[in-house]
């Protein structure tokens, strides 16, 4: 079965920066377009950033110029860099392909963005 584990979260200041990363098994990977997704207290989970199997990559506005993903299909790995990190940022961030697949959610890693 499809599986995504997550990694690289943590506890972060303002303005700050995290790399998460996100290792795919039981897909041919290099054939999906995968997205970062996050979940906020109290919010529905939301698409952040998608790149597609040929590399091109996709953001929401409230992401976009600070967040960059990128893949490598020989590790069946994606990545999700963060800059400039906000209080706003906080929450759970996974991995799925995209559109998601309800049964492929993974335990996510948690972002806090705080002083």
């Known amino acids: 079965q499809v599986q995504f584990v997550e990694s690289g979260g943590g506890l972060v200041q303002p303005g700050g920066s995290l790399a998460l990363s996100c290792t795919a098994s039981?897909?041919?990977?290099?054939?999906?377009?995968i997205g970062w997704y996050r979940q906020a207290p109290g919010k529905q989970r939301e698409l952040v950033a998608g790149?597609?199997?040929?590399?091109?990559?996709n953001y929401a506005y409230s992401v976009k110029g600070r967040f960059t993903i990128s893949r490598d299909n020989a590790k069946n790995t994606v990545y999700l860099e963060m800059n400039n990190l906000k209080p706003e940022d906080t929450a759970a961030y996974y991995c799925?392909?995209?559109?998601?697949?309800?049964?492929?959610w993974g335990q996510g890693t948690q972002v806090t963005v705080s002083s």
């Open positions: 799925n392909v995209d559109p998601f697949s309800p049964l492929a």
């Open positions: 790149i597609s199997s040929g590399g091109l990559a």
């Open positions: 039981g897909i041919t990977f290099r054939a999906y377009d």
